[in-house]
């Protein structure tokens, strides 16, 4: 049954409610006493939009880009995916896009200039009119990042009294050149601010990006620092005869040599910055390395035939080694925390690439699945794209095992260094001619290359090295099924 509630006409409060046909719900009450009052219409406001771009973080490795070029410049319409700016990561240089419409207000991190990730490298702003406000928030990050140091008080004359702490330290004073800055401080320094009855605005902070300290709240307020939250005060005393601690020490050799006349101290770069980094942490791994010789003559004669087609002689090495590590899969495992290690389901061949101002390994990504043709393709690919320094972070940082060739150099032999991550690494040295005896006396000339692989000894015994290079060996021998 249908409730007399319910009804697909619209009811109207002028004519129905007087209408007989409505049921009275509270009889004692006349509705035509009744008075709605107006209440005030509320008025949406949109506010604007000031938004940042940040540093991002192009690679896992990766704690601070540099700057190489701006795309856009201030007061440049930007549209959503659009490019904006060129980072040079650890590895590489990428296109930074824009997440937002807007307009570029104002660049806080130059050309050539470096910035850690996440911090803010330039202001967009939603509309023209936003602009003024974007650039005063841009003076603001500028400014906080980098606070000027006040500089040292003079030292006071031997005897003479030192002066009673200013209560209106000249640092506590606010900074005009910084225009429009967000103040921030600590929970406990907003407490003794409110305390102190201290202005938070006219406070320059010593934390971190201008951060204020309770320590900076406690200096503007004229208080002595509390045996709670500071360190031990160290007292010196202007003692003329009495030679200080420091300075007897300021004799003691420097750990850092002193640079050599003439010589010029150049910088690391992003790269080389990232290398350093790997290769020092590699020193943490226990290592241990095996030489084993393989005869070329079977695998020179396929290059010959390949050669034409477009196929290099490291294409044929790493497809070599790919087939032979899905035998062995240990030797492509890896360990990370020292505690446990992991099987690789994936062989990715990286291969170490020269380039200028660095060094970077490609990754051939499932090496043992691909045809050899493509695969040399890929890889002529993928060196085009990193001296070009373009290469994507998946296509540097996802190898399992690292190969590294100096044969190409005429190198006899060398030890290459273990990459973090990976389980082994195979230095290649040269082919050359070697004499040979048999097992009947009978001597003979083939060519010989030795390869030294350097290996995780946390996850890799030496019988689990020698086993690999064996496979290896006999694979190169009878290069046939590297074509297949």
């Not at 007087?18 to 107006?38: E, G, M």
């Not at 005030?40 to 490795?61: D, G, H, Y």
């Not at 406690?218 to 420091?246: D, Y």
């Not at 690494?425 to 082919?431: E, F």
Request: glycine residues 6%.
């Amino acid at each position: 049954m249908a409730s007399p509630f319910l009804s697909n006409s619209t009811i109207s409060f002028s004519s129905s409610l007087k209408s007989s046909t409505l049921p009275r719900l509270f009889p004692s009450v006349s509705f035509s006493s009744i008075r709605f009052k107006p209440t005030p219409r509320r008025i949406l406001t949109v506010r604007s939009k000031i938004r940042e771009i940040f540093m991002p973080a192009l690679s896992s490795t990766m704690t601070e880009g540099k700057i190489v070029s701006w795309v856009k410049s201030e007061g440049d319409v930007l549209s959503k995916g659009e490019s904006v700016v060129v980072v040079e990561s650890d590895k590489a240089d990428m296109d930074v896009e824009t997440f937002y419409d807007g307009i570029l207000a104002a660049i806080v991190v130059g050309e050539g200039e470096t910035a850690p990730v996440g911090a803010a490298i330039g202001i967009l702003a939603e509309t023209e009119d936003e602009i003024a406000e974007a650039k005063a928030k841009a003076a603001s990050n500028s400014g906080a990042s980098a606070p000027s140091a006040p500089p040292p008080p003079p030292a006071p004359a031997a005897g003479s009294t030192p002066a009673p702490p200013n209560s209106t330290p000249a640092y506590a004073a606010p900074i005009a050149s910084e225009g429009l800055r967000k103040t921030v401080a600590t929970p406990y320094a907003k407490k003794l601010a409110k305390q102190h009855k201290v202005d938070t605005e006219s406070v320059v902070g010593t934390g971190p990006y201008g951060r204020i300290t309770p320590e900076d709240i406690e200096a503007a307020a004229g208080i002595l620092p509390s045996k709670t939250n500071v360190g031990p005060v160290v007292v010196v005393e202007v003692k003329p005869a009495a030679p200080t601690k420091a300075t007897s020490d300021s004799s003691a050799p420097s750990s850092i040599p002193p640079p050599v006349p003439g010589s010029t101290v150049v910088p690391f770069t992003t790269m080389q910055t990232a290398v350093s980094k790997n290769m020092v942490e590699s020193i943490s791994v226990p290592t241990f390395r095996v030489g084993y010789p393989v005869t070329t003559d079977a695998l020179d004669a396929l290059y010959e035939k390949v050669k034409p087609k477009g196929v290099t002689m490291t294409a044929l090495l790493a497809k070599a080694a790919a087939m032979a590590l899905v035998q062995h899969p240990v030797v492509n495992a890896s360990c990370k925390d020292g505690k446990s290690f992991s099987y690789n389901s994936n062989i990715n061949i990286a291969i170490a690439v020269a380039i200028n101002g660095g060094l970077i390994t490609p990754v051939l990504q499932d090496a043992d699945k691909l045809d050899l043709y493509l695969l040399s393709q890929k890889w002529k690919e993928l060196v085009e794209k990193a001296r070009a320094k373009q290469l994507q972070p998946q296509e540097y940082n996802s190898g399992t095992f690292t190969l590294s060739n100096l044969g190409m150099f005429g190198v006899d032999k060398f030890d290459a260094i273990l990459p973090p991550g990976q389980g082994a690494i195979m230095a290649v040295g040269a082919s050359k001619p070697t004499v040979v005896a048999d097992a009947d006396g009978f001597f003979s000339l083939k060519n010989k290359m030795l390869v030294n692989v350097t290996a995780d000894h946390r996850i890799i015994y030496g019988a689990d090295l020698a086993a690999f290079l064996q496979t290896f060996s006999k694979i190169v021998e009878n290069p046939g099924s590297l074509t297949l």
